[in-house]
């Protein structure tokens, strides 16, 4: 039947256990990638480098993987690696690579959400009280699909220091944000009114605003 309809082809494995495994250690092999370019981004702020700039230079090498620092959240990256890790445990064996990656990228909202307050300290401004825009709630860019976001967390780490937090996502849908994170959408972002701003993927709409538009949210110390 798909054969009829998927034009790039259909692959027939031996079995429906080996298919599925198939689909579980792609998400597994990304969650691991992507995983160890957090923490290369970690580390690299530590010692005062610009992670971009490294990974551009060693992007010039034919074989280097281009993955990015990024939030792992979705229905597939950020829960098949539980998946396999449960049924490795279930056959007797102890994984380490799998669960250690899904440590560092479950605490990178948590991360990325302290560097900010830590930049806001830096700059004089007042956290408790502030005003903080976070762009984007879905779970990565031009997407409306909010399993498993992990700017959640970064919303509940502003929250925790009692920041005031507005969120502005024009393509996730109101109704199912209201639903499941018992939060309003900003209709639109004021000018001039926030204290910081966190754009947490780049949604296609974001784009298109420019870097003029969306720094303009922001207060002059912003």
């Known amino acids: ?7 790039a082809g259909v692959y027939q494995t ?3 256990q080996v298919t599925e495994a198939a689909k579980v250690i792609e998400n597994v092999q990304r969650d691991v990638n992507i995983a160890l370019i957090n923490e290369l981004a970690q580390i690299f702020n530590r010692i005062g480098i610009y992670t971009e700039a490294v990974l551009e230079a060693a992007e010039t ?6 993955f990015r620092p990024e939030l792992v959240g979705g229905h597939c990256i950020g829960v098949d690696p539980y998946h396999l890790s449960h049924k490795a445990m279930a056959a007797g064996y102890q994984p380490t690579i799998i669960p250690a990656s899904r440590h560092v990228n479950e605490g990178m909202g948590e ?4 560097q ?9 401004i007042d956290i408790v009280g502030s005003r903080i825009l976070v762009m ?3 779970f990565k860019e031009s ?6 976001t992990k700017v959640a967390d970064i919303i509940s780490t502003f929250q925790e220091f009692n920041a005031s937090v507005e969120v502005y996502d024009p393509v996730v849908d109101e109704l199912e944000t209201q639903r499941d994170y018992h939060r309003p959408l900003a209709e639109h972002p004021e000018t001039g009114q926030y204290d910081a701003i966190f754009v947490a ?4 709409a974001f784009r298109e605003l420019g870097a003029d538009t969306i720094p303009a949210y922001g207060k002059e110390n912003a």
């Open 1 to 7: 039947m798909y054969g009829t309809i998927i034009e």
């Open 14 to 16: 031996e079995s429906i």
């Open 61 to 66: 090498k034919w074989n280097f993987l281009p």
């Open 116 to 124: 900010t307050l830590k930049l806001m300290a830096r700059h004089g």
């Open 201 to 204: 993927a780049a949604h296609d």
């Open 111 to 114: 991360y990325v959400a302290n």
């Open 143 to 148: 997407c409306s699909d909010l399993r498993n």
């Open 136 to 138: 984007v709630l879905a």
